[in-house]
């Protein structure tokens, strides 16, 4: 596949992408991460040559139609994970742990990321909450799972955040938004999530952690940024919150694509005879046009 118009070095180049790998871009090129949820997410973000495919729990709403992401389970994961796996991309491929497959105990925790490892094809998993999760994030770095953190605005806190609201805006919410990402960082991440935070916090995270920050309505001035796909596309029917930049408007061009060839085909001009199949033995269809039969195979 040409490179032509993407900004990254040829194929034969480019490394896989590895956690250590990612651990190591801290304070250099920023690094980006884009959700994709099946093969042809996976191939398109791993063309363009992102760092990280992340296969969010996102899925819930801009694939599944769900409300929220609490809706999606460990074997929806594990499909859509597959899925990607099998673009087979150079890109790091992270996998997020749904709501409820990390709070029960470390052992359930485990048992669970393992599957998205040996099932799924998942190199890392990503997991949502602070200071209460590193008992769990230990459990995983302790068999050689890396993961990902992410706090700020966590999606899977809806009920108990009572909807989805910027954090760490007041300054005790900083502190202690300050002290989950030392946490986080202290129990082994290999990189941060922040979502929906102040940009004046999330850098003074930046600063503070020795692990990447990954960001998404987190300003400027995190070591990366993530978006998710189907907002970037124009691909998400659903709310587009303010941080998204739409770099292009698929749905619009589908519908116009869909609606060209349902006037193609109701004027007759689809399938034209290139997209057509042909008898290699035309004398063939005597044999099937049997007088007093009105069978016509063939002909076009
Ligand atoms: O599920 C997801 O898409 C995410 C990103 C927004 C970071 O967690």
Redesign the pocket.
Same mark, same amino acid.
């Given at each position: 596949m040409s490179n032509a118009t993407s900004s990254h070095p040829p194929d034969a180049i480019r490394k896989k992408v590895t956690a250590p790998a990612v651990r190591a871009r801290k304070g250099r090129e920023p690094l980006t991460m884009v %959700?994709a949820y099946d093969f042809p997410g996976g191939k398109v973000a791993d063309q363009a040559g992102v760092d990280i495919i992340?296969v969010?729990?996102?899925v819930a709403n801009v694939v599944l139609g769900y409300e929220t %992401?609490n809706q999606v389970t460990l074997a929806d994961m594990i499909h859509h994970t597959a899925a990607v796996a099998r673009a087979r991309p150079r890109a790091l491929l992270v996998a997020?742990m749904p709501w409820m497959t990390f709070h029960v105990s470390p052992e359930e925790t485990l048992r669970n990321a393992g599957r998205l490892v040996r099932e799924g094809g998942a190199e890392a998993v990503?997991l949502e909450g602070g200071a209460p999760r590193v008992e769990m994030i230990r459990k995983l770095v302790s068999a050689e799972i890396p993961v990902m953190g992410?706090i700020g605005l966590t999606?899977q806190s809806v009920h108990a955040a009572g909807g989805y609201q910027v954090q760490g805006r007041r300054l005790e919410d900083a502190r202690l938004m300050v002290e989950d990402a030392l946490a986080l960082d202290r129990a082994g991440v290999f990189a941060l !999530?922040l979502?929906g935070v102040p940009a004046s916090l999330a850098q003074a995270i930046t600063r503070r952690v020795s692990v990447p920050t990954i960001g998404?309505g987190a300003g400027p001035g995190t070591d990366g940024q !993530?978006l !998710?796909m189907h907002d970037m596309l124009g691909l998400n029917f659903g709310h587009y919150p303010k941080f998204v930049r739409r770099y292009a408007d698929l749905s619009r061009e589908a519908v116009a694509a869909i609606d060209r060839w349902i006037r193609d085909v109701r004027r007759g001009a689809f399938p034209s005879e290139d997209e057509s199949y042909h008898m290699i033995d035309a004398a063939a269809l005597e044999l099937i046009e049997e007088p007093g039969t009105d069978l016509a195979i063939g002909r076009r």
């Open positions: %959700t992340l969010g729990d996102s %992401t997020d990503k992410h999606p !999530v979502e998404i !993530v !998710v």
